[in-house]
């Protein structure tokens, strides 16, 4: 079945450091989507991605879609407090009506 | 509106008990979710329900039962609880099933 793996598990960094984490499926994907957790909450919505090389942003946060349609990424610039929170990638096959999601990316922030 | 509602917050049962996990939903979405998501292993679906009146099993469907009662709900039952369901369980909703996911605020589940 499909896998979806995403690194890094954990990632620190000081207030105002960038964050990166990448996501890559064993399948090509129908689209990709973008989730995050704040600690003790749930799954919150950011973005879905669904054209091959699709790049979006919202304020500090870019989102990549690869050309080949099976890895992505989530790069925060200059991060802060509020950022903290576990990173989920969800990829959607063709045909297919369930979401995978990757492992997630756990950030904290150095104040 | 209240978006994805979920009963109970918290729950301990010793192994063999059964319970029902309730889910509702009022954004009128017609496909429902049921993950579970244990430490270090992101989100894992269950069971779920592309529109009222059917169900599919996810990745992990061993040990559960679903129903969706209706467009607005849709149950999980553990019939036999075993402490590897020890768990935080989070029901979803969404419009399309190609569309982003609601989640409701999850179950701390512990099975002694």
């Known amino acids: 079945g499909q896998q979806v793996m995403q690194i890094p598990q954990y990632q620190h960094v000081q207030e105002g450091e960038d964050f990166t984490t990448y996501c890559n499926s064993s399948?090509?994907?129908?689209?990709i989507q973008w989730y995050k957790q704040r600690p003790g909450g749930h799954p919150v919505f950011l973005i879905q991605?669904?054209?091959?090389?699709e790049v979006k942003k919202q304020k500090r946060l870019t989102f990549q879609f690869g050309e080949a349609k099976k890895n992505s990424s989530l790069h925060i610039t200059a991060t802060q407090t509020t950022d903290v929170g576990t990173y989920f990638c969800?990829?959607?096959?063709?045909?297919?009506?369930?979401?995978?999601f990757g492992t997630g990316t756990r950030l904290t922030i150095i104040p | 509106n209240a978006g994805v509602t979920q009963t109970p917050k918290f729950q301990v049962l010793k192994t063999g008990q059964s319970m029902t996990l309730q889910c509702a939903q009022d954004m009128n979405h017609n496909s429902m979710y049921w993950y579970r998501q244990d430490p270090g292993m992101g989100l894992r679906l269950i069971y779920y329900s592309a529109s009222e009146g059917t169900t599919d099993k996810g990745e992990v469907p061993n040990g559960y039962n679903v129903s969706r009662l209706n467009k607005r709900e849709f149950s999980l039952r553990l019939e036999s609880a075993a402490p590897s369901q020890t768990s935080v369980y989070f029901c979803?909703?969404?419009?399309?099933?190609?569309?982003?996911?609601?989640f409701g605020p999850g179950t701390r589940l512990t099975v002694l």
């Open positions: 399948t090509t994907l129908s689209n």
């Open positions: 991605l669904v054209k091959s090389g």
């Open positions: 979803a909703s969404s419009e399309a099933h190609r569309g982003e996911q609601f």
């Open positions: 969800a990829g959607q096959d063709f045909g297919n009506e369930k979401l995978t």
